[in-house]
């Protein structure tokens, strides 16, 4: 699981549930950086590699963002509650393919949406500063 390989690195904890998000994201007074993924498919474990897994995306989203990670595994099954929960989203946020990320306010407020994209983690980072300074 993506949030098992990241959390051993010691750096940042991944969710996996919206409102546990949105206190954290209030409290510390940053954005919620929803990953929705899975186990099969080839472009979410490019991110993960490529983006996630690095030192510098790490780093900024220790600062900046409240990590969440909506599972949606083909080899394992989540608990019930947990998989309607993630399904519930995707068709909130109108998700409709792997990997998708939705930026979001500490109110669930979608902010705008990523997907893979190449340049590794300072690409990435240049595209979500843009999200976020984009006029409202």
């Known amino acids: 699981v993506i949030a098992g390989s990241l959390a051993a690195q010691g750096t940042v904890t991944w969710e996996h549930d919206l409102p546990q998000a949105q206190k954290r994201a209030r409290a510390e007074h940053k954005l919620i950086f929803m990953d929705v993924w899975t ?55 109108r998700i409709e393919g792997f990997p998708t990320v939705v930026l979001l306010d500490s109110n669930g407020k979608q902010i705008g949406q ?23």
């Open 39 to 93: 186990e099969w498919c080839g472009w979410c474990i490019k991110l993960m590699d490529e983006v996630f897994s690095k030192p510098e995306f790490m780093s900024y989203a220790k600062d900046n963002l409240v990590l969440l990670n909506l599972d949606f595994p083909r080899k394992t099954k989540l608990p019930a509650e947990q998989a309607k929960a993630n399904e519930e989203l995707a068709g909130k946020y």
């Open 114 to 136: 990523l997907g893979y994209q190449p340049g590794g983690p300072e690409k990435y980072i240049t595209s979500l500063k843009q999200l976020i300074n984009q006029p409202k």
